[in-house]
């Protein structure tokens, strides 16, 4: 298993403006996932975090809006971008741990608000 | 793309009622994976399924894989308060990419 931490765990933010979330894995993992739940919805997959290069972006999110750092194989940042009340969500980082059978292992998440 | 629907959406029992929900997906799995995110929580990992026509079970919590692997389910027997939850299945398709259904809300009433 994993103990992955998130950092805020909830913020309110004015529309415009920028927030950086972090990740912080207690040990090493290969796959970091950025995930995205909107309120009452499903978990939908932002992008692969790639340690050393440039994420891995699904159909519909691009990297100026959502830019992710990766920069080790236990830290992970994702920045939402000049934020609309549409980016209103929580934002999950989740990882798969080496000799697992592939299950994800989710941060408690960092619930964002946009006025 | 790999689209996997889940129903029902919501489901309220009566503790010590059973509970199902069921999960299709478009295209075959290599693989499906259930999860429970409690109120105001994040997903938690339960089980997953590979072979065609597996099932699993854990106490009260019985899991099966169609034999298609295009298909599961998640039943629970004699529903405690406990269970109350979002219960997801997600899908791994050839691409080895999760998709993940719309969940299920699970109340139940004491």
């Known amino acids: 298993s994993a103990v992955i931490s998130q950092k805020p765990s909830r913020d309110i933010c004015q529309r415009g403006t920028s927030l950086t979330i972090q990740c912080q894995v207690d040990?090493?993992?290969?796959?970091m996932f950025w995930y995205r739940q909107q309120p009452g919805q499903s978990l939908t997959l932002i992008a692969t975090?790639?340690?050393?290069?440039?994420?891995?972006?699904e159909s519909g999110f691009v990297i100026d809006k959502f830019p992710i750092s990766r920069p080790n194989l236990t830290f992970s940042t994702l920045t939402v971008s000049n934020m609309s009340p549409e980016d209103s969500s929580i934002y999950l980082c989740?990882?798969?741990?080496?000799?697992?059978?592939?299950?994800?292992?989710f941060g408690e998440g960092s619930r964002l608000t946009v006025l | 793309g790999q689209q996997v629907m889940q129903i029902p959406q919501y489901q309220h029992v009566q503790e010590g009622e059973d509970f199902t929900t069921y999960c299709n997906s478009s295209?075959?799995?290599?693989?499906i994976q259930w999860y429970k995110q409690r109120p105001g929580g994040h997903p938690v990992f339960l089980i997953q399924?590979?072979?065609?026509?597996e099932v699993k079970k854990q106490k009260r919590l019985t899991f099966q894989f169609g034999e298609a692997k295009k298909n599961s389910s998640l039943h629970i027997t004699a529903t405690q308060t406990t269970d109350v939850g979002t219960y997801f299945c997600a899908g791994k398709g050839s691409n080895y990419k999760l998709t993940f259904g719309k969940g299920t809300l699970l109340t139940v009433n004491p």
């Open positions: 040990s090493q993992v290969t796959m």
């Open positions: 989740s990882v798969v741990v080496g000799g697992s059978t592939g299950e994800l292992f």
């Open positions: 975090a790639n340690q050393g290069s440039e994420a891995t972006y």
């Open positions: 295209t075959t799995l290599s693989n």
């Open positions: 399924l590979v072979k065609s026509g």
